[in-house]
């Protein structure tokens, strides 16, 4: 009826994501810089409004990546601290069950 699935779960893996997670981080920060390179961009509209309304949105944009940025970077230290409480499940529960079968 019912099919058994495993699945399975490594430190190594655990800490590669928030590796990845802080690279995502990463990514964005570089990102910005090129969005915002301190030159006064027109983005493309005749008047002053327009670059106001950009700059309004480019700013609302900045504030949403930096507190992502936070996030994932936090998410990262999760993930190396259940990493590590992996390890020490797995060997309590491997010294314990060593000899049943």
């Not at 030159?39 to 949403?64: I, K, N, Q, R, S």
């Not at 990262?76 to 390890?87: N, Q």
Request: hydrophobic fraction near 35%.
């Amino acid at each position: 009826m019912g099919t058994r699935q495993a699945f399975r779960i490594s430190s190594t893996g655990i800490d590669g994501l928030g590796h990845q997670l802080a690279n995502i981080a990463d990514y964005l920060e570089v990102a910005a810089t090129y969005t915002r390179d301190g030159h006064d961009d027109t983005y493309g509209f005749p008047t002053v409004t327009g670059w106001g309304a950009m700059d309004g949105v480019l700013g609302d944009y900045e504030l949403d990546r930096i507190r992502l940025c936070k996030d994932l970077r936090n998410l990262r230290t999760l993930a190396r601290d259940a990493g590590g409480c992996f390890l020490i499940t797995e060997r309590d529960i491997t010294s314990r069950t060593k000899g049943i079968e």
